[in-house]
């Protein structure tokens, strides 16, 4: 048996191990740090709802607040804790909250009727409809037009961006509509 062959293999195994055990590292490293920035925004999210909540000027949201902040606590223990079960309970919840989609987009405009009235006072100004700032709305919340065509059932949703791009002036090469919308939020 040659010795130094042997040498050789078993180095480049402890190669192939150590390499492995980087990336995995790395790999582990870099989902901390993506868990640890969403437990972050989800705790400035409830901080806001719960700042909101307490503010005179919320009392006929203070409800919709409230659930809104119980429910990103909640998420955050199940992101800290890691329970399946737990999990499973807060995404059929979620799945509750928005299953009446007319439910939610009005209590979700009321949101930010209260949250971004800049927001929500441009787009009156440009002249449209409640359902019309609802689908902003979404686009506000992050959705992208697809995710917001699958969730509304619209099979016209495109051609009503169109309508609202255009109420909003926005030529077909000017910027896309939800980096429009979320440029209004202050």
């Known amino acids: 048996m040659n010795w130094g062959i042997v040498g050789i293999v078993l ?31 989800l705790q400035n999210a409830q901080d806001l709802l719960n700042q909101l909540r307490d503010r005179d000027e919320y009392i006929d949201i203070r409800p919709l607040l409230e659930r809104r902040a119980s429910l990103i606590g ?21 799945e509750s909250l928005v299953a009446d989609r007319e439910i939610f987009m009005r209590e979700n405009m009321q949101m930010y009727e209260r949250w971004q009235p800049a927001m929500i006072s441009r787009l009156r100004e440009c002249g449209l409809t409640d359902e019309e700032m609802e689908v902003c709305c979404l686009y506000a919340m ?14 016209r949703h495109y051609q009503n961006v169109g309508l ?11 910027k896309n509509i939800d980096g429009y919308i979320k440029s209004l939020i202050k």
Request: hydrophobic share 40%; net charge positive.
């Open 74 to 94: 909640r998420l955050m223990a199940a992101g800290i804790s890691g329970d399946r079960d737990v999990n499973e309970a807060i995404l059929k919840e979620i």
């Open 142 to 155: 992050g959705l992208n037009g697809k995710s917001i065509q699958q969730y509304t059932q619209d099979g």
């Open 11 to 41: 180095l480049g195994l402890m190669a192939v191990v150590i390499t492995f055990q980087a990336l995995w590292i790395n790999a582990y490293k870099k989902k901390q740090k993506h868990s640890q920035e969403l437990i972050r925004d």
């Open 164 to 174: 609202i791009r255009k109420k909003l002036g926005l030529g077909e090469h000017d």
